[in-house]
């Protein structure tokens, strides 16, 4: 069974991620180190209410958290959908994706759409607006009529733009390259301090 790191909360003291094969995610609480190089501190992990989920993201403002929950109980995207619950959670759940299936979930850093991708691998976006405790999700619509050749995608700041995998005229799958990420800890620190302020 294989963790998988999926989204950091906005004041970085929770790590979401989930367990490739146990069909299960986990938040996990994190502590600022001691001293200005020092590594944060990880918690207990707790467990996320419901069981057969994977790929959460926390929204832009952290309290709500979007996830995949694979239906037949295993993480095959083809019998996933996707929903929101608050966080920490309140008991409420939203399911957001409808007959096309629903991963990859994916907020806008303006913090008014969630984006995901169908069984058709399209990309997808669904406006919604927060009350209390309450989310309301509008109708999904496709937000580009092209099939990424990739599960990986990013929204531009202002949402206008997506940094997408896609493939060449005449390929059938793209070529993956590998991305090297360096100052990992770095990044999360930088997010745990900014969120003690």
Request: glycine letters at 10%; proline letters at 9%.
């Amino acid at each position: 069974v294989t963790p998988r790191p999926t989204s950091f909360s906005p004041d970085g003291r929770r790590l979401l991620y989930y367990l490739f094969g146990a069909t299960q995610v986990y938040s996990l609480p994190l502590q600022p180190g001691q001293g200005e190089d020092s590594l944060p501190q990880a918690g207990k992990p707790e467990a996320f209410p419901e069981s057969a989920t994977y790929e959460a993201a926390f929204s832009a403002d952290g309290k709500w958290i979007a996830y995949a929950r694979g239906l037949d109980g295993t993480q095959n995207p083809q019998a996933a959908q996707l929903f929101v619950r608050s966080f920490p959670d309140r008991g409420g759940k939203w399911q957001i994706s409808g007959a096309e299936g629903g991963t990859k979930p994916m907020w806008s850093p303006t913090g008014r759409q969630l984006y995901y991708t169908g069984l058709d691998r399209k990309i997808r976006v669904v406006d919604f607006s927060t009350k209390g405790d309450s989310f309301e999700a509008g109708k999904p619509r496709v937000w580009a009529d092209v099939p990424l050749a990739g599960p990986a995608f990013s929204p531009s700041a202002d949402g206008k733009r997506m940094a997408v995998v896609m493939n060449r005229p005449g390929e059938e799958r793209a070529q993956a390259q590998p991305v090297v990420m360096l100052h990992f800890f770095d990044e999360v620190q930088r997010r745990m301090k900014a969120g003690a302020k």
